[in-house]
């Protein structure tokens, strides 16, 4: 059984950076994609950042420049760096890992930015 663990949200002033995690555990197998998807209370899940198995990245417009996505093959890990955070920023995110054949979602992790 796999099991996606996220850690790393908090509560930050405009400005601040924020380290999110997300760690894979249990048996996993052929990894095409790993990504963060953010929701706001009232808002549709919108995605935020992929990161291929050969390191191609793409990110929303509204974080290019201040998130970086990276991962950690051999400890099937994904990361996202958050700097220069805004309001708007604040949501609950979920990490997903797909493969050929399965997709996980992480249990989310909440991320409130201050004025």
């Known amino acids: 059984q796999v099991q996606l663990v996220e850690s790393g949200g908090g509560l930050v002033q405009a400005g601040g950076s924020l380290r999110l995690s997300c760690a894979a555990s249990g048996t996993i197998f052929s990894i095409n994609l790993m990504a963060w998807y953010r929701q706001a209370p009232g808002k549709q899940r919108e995605f935020v950042a992929a990161i291929t198995s050969s390191g191609t990245t793409n990110y929303a417009d509204s974080v290019k420049g201040r998130f970086t996505i990276s991962r950690d093959n051999a400890k099937n890990t994904v990361y996202l760096q958050m700097n220069s955070l805004k309001p708007e920023d604040t949501a609950v995110y979920y990490c997903?890992?797909?493969?050929?054949?399965?997709?996980?979602w992480g249990q989310g992790t909440q991320v409130t930015v201050s004025s």
């Open positions: 997903k890992v797909v493969g050929t054949a399965y997709i996980y």
